[in-house]
T-cell receptor, first 112, second 116 residues
Framework: DAKTTQPNSMESNEEEPVHLPCNHS???????IHWYRQLPSQGPEYVIH???SNVNNRMASLAIAEDRKSSTLILHRATLRDAAVYYC?????????????FGQGTTLQVKP | GAVVSQHPSWVICKSGTSVKIECRSL??????MFWYRQFPKQSLMLMAT?????????EQGVEKDKFLINHASLTLSTLTVTSAHPEDSSFYIC????????????FGAGTRLSVL
């Protein structure tokens, strides 16, 4: 399974945008880029996913580099409820098992 | 989004007993469900892939005789921790992959197991 690299932690101020980076230099042509987040003592929550083009939904935006070796999750206005561990995961690929292999993720702190 | 219900949310049991955890997809059919465990301050570790009507596929290092998985219908998968010991105490989380949106997994709220 292709690996991703994320910063261990990031801080943001409430109501400011947050850009969470992810490097995935060994991504294959059929790998989707997924983002999930996990609030304390809860199961993970789907945030967004994409293949090549940038994606927007009600929660966030996903900006994917042209060479697909990196991506950025964008929270447009951080709230205290966005404090969580954010996981960037590659899945799909040629085997298409659908498995998600979680790394350590980025712990986002949001300051009021 | 789709809802996955996991039950119980919290269980305490004595060492040597077995515990069953249920994972249900409430408003969609899931041919594939996944089971994870998570220790404090660590990331999720995939234990097994549960396929409806067939045997589960276990990740390397996960004892299939200890963690029994049954996926008897398109909306229910169960994980039974047999002869539980204190080292099995963990946060167990299931997820379900929707048939029509196969790239998205929906997660349960997790089950915290404490073995005394």
């Amino acid at each position: 399974d292709a690996k991703t690299t994320q910063p261990n932690s990031m801080e943001s101020n409430e109501e400011e945008p947050v850009h969470l980076p992810c490097n995935h230099s060994t991504i294959s042509g059929t790998d989707y880029i997924h983002w999930y987040r996990q609030l304390p003592s809860q199961g993970p929550e789907y945030v967004i996913h994409g293949l090549t083009s940038n994606v927007n939904n009600r929660m966030a935006s996903l900006a994917i580099a042209e060479d697909r070796k990196s991506s950025t999750l964008i929270l447009h206005r951080a709230t205290l409820r966005d404090a969580a561990v954010y996981y960037c995961i590659l899945s799909g690929g040629s085997s298409n098992t659908g498995k998600l292999i979680f790394g350590q993720g980025t712990t986002l702190q949001v300051k009021p | 989004g789709a809802v996955v219900s996991q039950h119980p949310s919290w269980v305490i049991c004595k060492s040597g007993t077995s515990v069953k955890i249920e994972c249900r997809s409430l408003d969609f059919q899931a041919t594939t469900m996944f089971w994870y465990r998570q220790f404090p301050k660590q990331s999720l570790m995939l234990m097994a892939t549960s396929n409806e009507g067939s045997k589960a596929t276990y990740e390397q290092g996960v004892e299939k005789d200890k963690f029994l998985i049954n996926h008897a219908s398109l909306t229910l998968s169960t994980l039974t921790v047999t002869s539980a010991h204190p080292e099995d105490s963990s946060f167990y989380i299931c997820s379900a992959r929707e048939q029509l949106a196969k790239n998205i997994q929906y997660f349960g709220a997790g089950t915290r197991l404490s073995v005394l």
